[in-house]
């Protein structure tokens, strides 16, 4: 049986203004009901993604802000650096940890600027809302095998195709220099190789 995520609930102590900080982040508003006075639920998107946040009045025992380490991946993490410092959400800036496994608790071991050699699942910035929920971005952009279905390949935005084909299209050129020729197959080539990215299968040579 699949058992897919879908609502995380993030404690907060002003609804509104916990509503109003996600939006300016771009985040889909699903639904705010308020069946009476003592009780309210806002549900929200993040931008491409399938899972959704909740909160409101008397929906968690939480103390608001004791949502800590909820993660948000993204493949290109300068460029969402930049798109939060854009929309307000005053980010950290760029880490990569110093074991490079995950990162530490806090901010023990981390080391400025992005992994060096932009591993996949190495490079992170955090941000908080406005009752210190804290939120960390990944950057992904090769993942681990048996993570996704090469079946079921999809690309959540336009960006995120975009980013997609920018990679496949250097990869391509690094390919062609390997071959010593063009390569007139190139359509099925970009294919094999960002669905293999997605998917981390083994990538085309």
Do not use: C
């Not at 993660?71 to 460029?79: T, Y």
């Not at 880490?95 to 071991?109: E, K, L, N, P, R």
């Not at 080391?111 to 971005?137: E, I, Q």
């Not at 920018?166 to 080539?189: L, M, S, T, V, Y």
Request: avoid cysteine.
């Amino acid at each position: 049986m699949d058992m897919k995520l879908e609502v995380v609930v993030v404690p907060v102590s002003d609804v509104d203004r916990a509503k109003n900080f996600y939006t300016g982040l771009g985040w889909r508003l699903d639904a705010d009901v308020a069946p009476d006075d003592t009780f309210r639920v806002v549900q929200m998107t993040p931008p491409g993604s399938p899972a959704s946040v909740i909160f409101g009045t008397s929906v968690t025992s939480q103390a608001p802000g004791s949502a800590q380490g909820l993660h948000l991946i993204v493949d290109d993490i300068n460029a969402a650096y930049d798109e939060l410092k854009r929309l307000g959400a005053e980010p950290s800036e760029v880490f990569h940890d110093a074991g490079g496994v995950f990162h530490h608790a806090g901010t023990d071991a981390r080391v400025p600027g992005p992994d060096p050699k932009r591993t996949s699942y190495g490079s992170f910035l955090s941000f908080s809302d406005p009752d210190g929920n804290a939120w960390f971005l990944q950057e992904i952009t090769n993942r681990l095998p048996g993570r996704v279905d090469p079946a079921t390949t999809t690309f959540a935005s336009v960006d995120d195709l975009s980013r997609a084909l920018q990679r496949a299209a250097a990869a391509h050129g690094e390919h062609e220099a390997r071959i010593g020729a063009e390569d007139p197959k190139w359509p099925d080539w970009y294919a094999r190789y960002m669905v293999s990215e997605q998917a981390g299968t083994e990538l085309p040579l």
